[in-house]
């Protein structure tokens, strides 16, 4: 859902598991009516424990209703 705090939320998310994460390349997307947001983050996994472990955290973020 698009609320606030959202975005900095899932980028707060990201800087944990890669402290590289450079939200600068965060990528947004409304739907048509606007009552959700894609938001794409891009990180360097340096395992697949990492990155499991990053699927999980923001998939159980309240916040969020779908994680790809």
Do not use: C
Not at 16 to 41: C, H, I
Not at 48 to 62: I, N
């Amino acid at each position: 859902m698009n609320e606030n705090g959202f975005v900095i939320a899932m980028t707060h998310i990201a800087k944990q598991f890669d402290p590289t994460f450079d939200a600068a390349t965060v990528e947004l997307r409304e739907s048509g009516g606007g009552k959700y947001l894609g938001v794409t983050l891009t990180v360097l996994a340096t395992s697949r424990e990492q990155l499991d472990e990053l699927y999980r955290t923001l998939s159980t973020h309240p916040m969020a209703k779908w994680v790809l």
